[in-house]
């Protein structure tokens, strides 16, 4: 019986215009960084590769080396346990050997990453969608592939907490979720860095946007329940002060400014300006 972790959810909001920028210039990590991860969306690893390739933009290149050396320490035994050898072993794996490679290489591309740091932009985005990509293999093995799942961890969101065992489709859904999303960021990283390599914009720009489409949908499952809780959290609190009070809540600055702009409408003219 194979186990893996709960993801704990939530990415949000849509790719900015600085990840566009840091992506055409070939800070693929420092693109990801800012594009909207505030979360974790399958493997806790993520969290510290994703923060750590994200930090590494300020590091002195001492300290970027030392670091990248680390992270490419942490990633050897795993590498090593897919072929037995070393320490840990292929039944230490909870799966196919070519997941503890992915795992272990995924941490070996990270510090790779650090150590190209900004000063190498495409080596530093090569290495950064490896690393992406490992992780994406790793999310897509457990929610798309063959056999069993059973899924231990906690859900915290704030409607719902608490901590169980999943297995089927309790397992391979919130996983299904995170591996879409974290193939749609892997697909921006890689027309990102094909764009860096071909000379920048405006090449590959519509294929750029439709990535960008990509993460969006992507994260529409996570995006929409949270937007009709919000919906109903705001019909509740409106219902519960006409009940109250005999009225509906009414926001007087706001009303004050549509007035203010229709008045101006209606007669075809802007505001003066300031003096």
């Not at 002195?60 to 037995?84: E, K, N, Q, Y």
């Not at 705001?234 to 004050?256: D, Q, S, V, Y």
Request: glycine content about 14%.
């Amino acid at each position: 019986m194979r186990r893996g972790g709960f993801p704990e959810g939530a990415i949000v909001g849509p790719l900015p215009a600085e990840s566009h920028r840091r992506a055409a210039q070939g800070d693929v990590s420092g693109a990801l960084r800012d594009a909207a991860i505030s979360g974790d969306t399958a493997l806790p690893a993520r969290r510290i590769i994703l923060g750590a390739m994200a930090s590494s933009q300020n590091l002195t290149p001492r300290a970027a080396l030392l670091v990248g050396l680390l992270f490419v320490a942490s990633g050897i035994f795993p590498m090593l346990a897919a072929f037995d050898i070393g320490p840990l072993r292929q039944e230490d794996i909870n799966g196919p050997p070519w997941l503890g490679f992915a795992a272990g290489g995924t941490f070996v591309a990270a510090g790779l990453a650090i150590i190209a740091g900004p000063q190498a932009p495409l080596a530093n985005g090569l290495f950064a969608v490896l690393a992406l990509a490992g992780l994406a293999s790793i999310g897509n093995w457990v929610a798309f592939g063959f056999g069993e799942r059973v899924c231990s961890g906690s859900i915290s969101l704030p409607w719902l907490w608490g901590e169980s065992d999943f297995s089927g489709l309790g397992c391979r859904i919130p996983f299904g979720i995170g591996a879409l999303i974290t193939d749609a960021f892997l697909s921006y990283m890689i027309v990102s860095l094909l764009q860096q390599a071909l000379g920048g914009p405006p090449r590959l720009a519509r294929l750029l946007k439709a990535a960008e489409r990509l993460i969006l949908a992507s994260l529409m499952p996570i995006l929409l329940p949270l937007v009709v809780v919000a919906l109903l959290g705001a019909a509740l609190g409106a219902l519960k002060t006409r009940l109250t009070t005999g009225a509906w809540p009414r926001n007087e600055e706001f009303i004050a400014r549509q007035k203010a702009k229709g008045l101006l409408g209606r007669f075809g003219r802007k505001a003066p300006p300031s003096e």
